[in-house]
DNA sequence: CTATGGCACGGATT
DNA sequence: AATCCGTGCCATAG
């Protein structure tokens, strides 16, 4: 008896702080999915009823008065206003994902994708390959790529890797064209060989490029390309061209623009936004207004009537219900901190970072998260957790990761690029770190190149190419 | 010979 | 403790 207090007190404080981390780290959406699971499991746990501001109608967090009919009406402070935005009509992940879903043209009804799919194939398959096409459609990820190597299947499966292949393919071959595929390459030139069958039209260098310049491609290194195939900068233009039109990396996704940022798998595209910062009424002279969503729309309390009802609860279901209790007033104790911690953070960071916000990626200036932590008194794993898989809207509407912030070198690429693009001729490399140098940056010739890389810029000899090639 | 990219190292950051 | 970033040195291409 006496052991299993202690062991369920003890608990309790690392729980405290193991909780408070991971509440920390967690998005808007994480966060409701948390609430939502922890106020159906846990009677001790309420929710209190909505409270409007009656003047702006803006829901309320605290009792207490409306964080933004408050301000005085000519404030004109440079400090931005920091509260937690209640949003009962938060748009979780999923809803966002079925809407889409509704607007593609495979999905006539509210049809699962590997259903689809394997309704389409099913004629063409005898049972056992029916299996493993059923097996296949079910490791596939919301961009219709395989996420399992086919080796692994066939592990699995105890199938033949040949058989494997050919179900794959015939998978492939289904609507929508290059799903199941393992990479988007794969997808791409799936769908490539379909068009061809209908079309005349595709360019002769697509394949090639797909196949032996992905890299490139995707990076928009044209001139590059068409060095290494030894063909007219034209073509590759010109097969990029197609190949941004019609076809797509991610057979289940509804579009895509160009090719810009998918180099890399899993680009974090378009995120719910977890804080938003705007002007107060949209005015740009007015003080800027940052909201960080909390997605319920009441006050999460313990229920008084549940401490209540613990003293004349009878002996045997007392401990649950303390239990219970313990747990409750835990979460909301945990939620409480990171609310304040997230606060205290978009307090700091917005009004550090205001330049950027209105300005632009010019004005960020490099901030680590370790600064902060020093400034805030909190350990600087609280600052990185806070920070992590946070998405930020700007008064532009641009969503951005709220690391992004705490970018080092954003400030000094986003000037290089401008250099760059109002250059009257190609810069090399050391004549930008001169110019660098003279906006105020230092930085080594082999940095300037690295920044280069990352946004994707050409070398000089090769913006050369381009230019003729316009 | 010049301009770049690759590799790898050390120090800062997470 | 693991990872990221800026940099120097060297090989390679033009």
Not at 142 to 147: A, H
Not at 297 to 323: H, R, W, Y
Not at 419 to 425: R, S, Y
Request: charged share 25%; with cysteine.
């Amino acid at each position: 008896m006496l052991q299993r207090q202690t062991t369920g007190l003890r608990p309790l404080t690392t729980a405290h702080l193991a909780q408070t981390m991971t509440l920390l780290s967690l998005t808007t959406e994480e966060l409701q999915q948390e609430i939502d699971s922890e106020l159906a499991s846990n009677p001790a746990l309420e929710m209190v009823e909505e409270r409007r501001c009656p003047t702006c109608h803006r829901l309320l967090t605290d009792p207490g008065k409306c964080p933004v009919c408050s301000l005085p009406a000519n404030l004109n402070s440079e400090e931005p206003v920091v509260f937690l935005s209640p949003r009962e009509e938060f748009i979780s992940r999923k809803d966002y994902v079925d809407n889409t879903m509704d607007d593609e043209p495979f999905a006539p009804e509210v049809e699962e994708l590997p259903a689809y799919v394997l309704k389409q194939i099913a004629p063409d398959l005898d049972p056992n390959q029916r299996a493993l096409a059923a097996y296949l459609l079910t490791h596939l990820d919301e961009d219709g790529l395989l996420t399992t190597t086919l080796i692994e299947v066939s592990r699995y499966t105890h199938v033949p890797i040949s058989e494997v292949e050919k179900v794959k393919r015939l998978i492939q071959l289904a609507d929508p064209v290059g799903v199941g595929s393992s990479t988007p390459q794969e997808a791409l030139l799936v769908q490539l060989e379909v068009l061809k069958e209908t079309h005349d039209t595709v360019p002769a260098a697509a394949e090639r490029c797909i196949r032996e310049g992905m890299d490139q491609l995707s990076h928009h290194q044209y001139p590059e390309l068409a060095h290494k195939f030894d063909v007219p900068v034209k073509q590759i233009t010109l097969a990029a061209q197609f190949i941004s039109e019609n076809l797509y990396p991610f057979p289940a996704r509804a579009h895509w623009g160009d090719m810009r940022q998918p180099a890399h798998e899993e680009t974090q595209v378009y995120h719910q936004p977890d804080i938003l910062i705007n002007y107060l009424n949209d005015d740009p002279t007015k003080p800027l207004i940052v909201e960080i969503i909390m997605p319920i729309s009441g006050t999460l309390q313990v229920n008084p009537m549940f401490k209540q009802a613990i003293k004349e609860a009878s002996p045997e279901t007392k401990p649950d219900l303390k239990g219970d209790l313990e747990k409750a007033s835990l979460f909301v104790k945990c939620l409480q901190q990171r609310n304040h911690t997230m606060e205290r953070l978009l307090m700091r960071v917005v009004s550090l970072q205001r330049e950027f916000i209105l300005h632009g990626e010019k004005y960020l200036k490099p901030v680590t998260r370790a600064q902060i932590s020093r400034e805030m008194e909190v350990h600087e794993s609280t600052i990185s957790r806070a920070v992590a898989n946070k998405a930020v809207q700007l008064p532009n509407r641009r969503i951005v990761p709220l690391s992004e912030f705490f970018d080092r070198s954003l400030n000094i690429r986003s000037v290089l690029k401008e250099i760059i693009e109002g250059e009257p001729k190609p810069y090399s490399d050391s004549d930008l770190v001169e110019l660098l140098s003279e906006n105020g940056f230092n930085v080594a010739r082999r940095t300037v190149a690295k920044y280069r890389a990352i946004e994707g810029i050409l070398p000089a000899h090769l913006r050369k190419a381009m230019a003729k090639g316009k």
